[in-house]
């Protein structure tokens, strides 16, 4: 795979440039006087500690050839055995499962040919766990966040977050989903187990190939990118068959620019019970 992905740097930054006046940019990144990727603290005791891997691989999502992407890959050190699921055929990281109050440590490698940082959008984590552009690594470098988790319950997305990359490092694979479990959403007995789906919602384009294309130029760079075709959960043909019972499902718009607006194609009504952040308020202590 190449370097680079087709973004031209000159043109976001020509377009960027435009819109904010001074781009001093402190995002430094790599280069002298870079401080160095944080390490493991020995005065904190993870009760889930794990390696999330940034690496190229190929999958097989079309008819043919298997596309190169970029992604997570994730190992448990310690902790509860469901923390991490893995999906052998997708190119999503590992849905990731926490509870509240839990300390948790993530070792993020980054076995990429660039800079790579990764967020946990939605994480209420201190700055040096943020996963902020600043503190980027370079390949071969491995950088330890360490948080208490102090969520509530909520579905929650972790994705780069590198200056000038996200989006085609996004695109290219790199994101995953993150549940935070707590004592007030194990009241409510929603579905569980088998009766409880995440769907990860993404707009893709592929070239003749069976590789991700990441074209659009100018639109593409101010308004950001819209794929040719919708993948669930990393498939192009994402099917499910089911009960006649109540499910819940996890949603997440993992796309770069798209909005979907969602409903079963028979009018069947959906019930939203929760958003970014987690449930409504009014759902707290309620009989579902
Ligand atoms: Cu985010």
Known sequence: MQKKFGLSRR??????????????????????????????????NPDVDLELVCRRDQVPILPGRPTQVWRYAGNLLKGPANTLASSPDSYLGPLMRFVKGQKVRIRLRNDLPE??????HGLHVPMDADGHPTAAIEPGE??????????????????????????TQVYHGLAGGLIVEDEEERALGLPSGEYEIPLVLQDRSFDDANQLAYWGGMHRDMFGFYGDRVLVNGRPDFKLDVASR??????????????YKLQWDDGTPLTVIGVDGGFWRSLNGAPM
């Open 11 to 44: 043109g976001f930054l020509m377009s960027a440039g435009a819109a904010i006046a001074a781009p001093t940019m402190a995002f430094s990144g790599g280069g002298s006087g870079r401080p160095a990727p944080r390490v493991a603290s020995a005065s904190f």
């Open 115 to 120: 800079q790579t940082i990764t967020h946990w």
């Open 142 to 167: 491995t950088y330890v966040y360490e948080f208490e988790l102090r969520n509530r319950a909520g579905f929650n997305f972790y994705h780069p977050h590198t200056h000038e990359a996200t989006a």
């Open 246 to 259: 109540a499910y819940r499902f996890r949603i997440l718009n993992g796309s770069n620019a798209r909005i």
